[in-house]
């Protein structure tokens, strides 16, 4: 078996740069500045820049940056909802998401069929997400309102259930974007506990937060990436630190 469960070999990520259309008036008074606009060659900006590293088998690996350091494009390419534009990434094994929760419900089916969609989308087979039905409703604290349609769910219900199918799918490797903990207070201590006995058990992590106190308790490892440049990848206190005092110097 491959040592790393994920590989990142000097990968890029370009996107368009967003511009307003003109409207008419400025269209006929400045063509000729539109004209000049629509041939730079310029147009569109890094994300992610020839980014290279290797996350080992069972690792957990959290990632720090300000907004817009190129975080959520990364895992993206991880989770292959989208490619690179340059490089590679390759991941050994079956990718879990605990991003957007709830995202993937359909509002008019019962939260016990959305369950089971959910489940296959994860890669399990609907036998399996039979067997393991009763533990994830137990988890998820809903009861009686699995059987209704997901529609007259509160958004803390849909959280609840959404988060725990995915720590049910038995996953291989999990990627979490900020979604450290969801729902009440009760519930929040809960789901953490939940994860980090998923993240202690083996499973390959991939964690973003800007909860840095957590990162330094979790993670064996932390990357700091700023405008899509990889600045430091070590020891979760140490990246931190200098993190820190970046965030110091610059005055933010």
């Known amino acids: 078996m491959n040592e790393f469960a994920i590989e990142c070999d000097h990968v890029w990520k ?26 730079q060659r310029d147009s569109y900006f890094d994300a992610v820049k020839d980014l290279s590293l290797k996350i080992k088998a069972g ?17 993206s390419m991880m989770l292959g909802t989208i490619l690179p534009s340059k490089g590679r990434v390759k991941m050994q094994d079956r990718v879990t ?8 419900f359909h509002p008019d089916l019962t939260g016990r069929e959305d369950l089971i969609l959910n489940g296959v989308l994860l ?21 009686e309102f699995v059987d209704s349609p997901v529609r007259t769910y509160s958004s803390g219900m849909q959280l609840r259930l959404a988060f725990s199918i ?16 969801v729902g009440d207070e009760g519930f929040r201590r ?3 506990e939940a994860l980090l006995k998923l993240i202690k058990s083996g499973v390959t992590t991939v964690l973003v937060s800007h909860n840095l106190e957590d990162m330094e308790k979790i993670c064996d490892r932390v990357l700091w990436l700023d405008r ?25």
């Open 97 to 104: 998401p605990l991003l957007e929760l709830g995202a993937g």
């Open 59 to 75: 690792e957990c690996v959290g990632i720090i940056g300000k907004n817009g350091a190129g975080k959520s494009t990364l895992l």
């Open 14 to 39: 370009k996107f368009p740069l967003k511009k307003d259309s003109p409207g008419i008036k400025e269209f006929v008074l400045h063509l000729h500045k539109f004209i000049e606009r629509k041939l």
């Open 228 to 252: 899509g440049e990889l600045m430091a990848d070590g020891d979760p206190r140490k990246v931190i630190e200098i993190y820190q005092k970046e965030f110091i110097h610059s005055g933010e």
């Open 123 to 143: 890669g399990l087979t609907k036998k399996e997400i039979l067997e393991k039905m009763s533990s994830i409703i137990a988890f998820s604290e809903i009861g």
């Open 166 to 181: 995915a720590i049910h799918v038995e996953p291989k490797i999990l990627i979490i974007d900020e979604v450290l903990s």
């Open 190 to 192: 809960k789901s953490k």
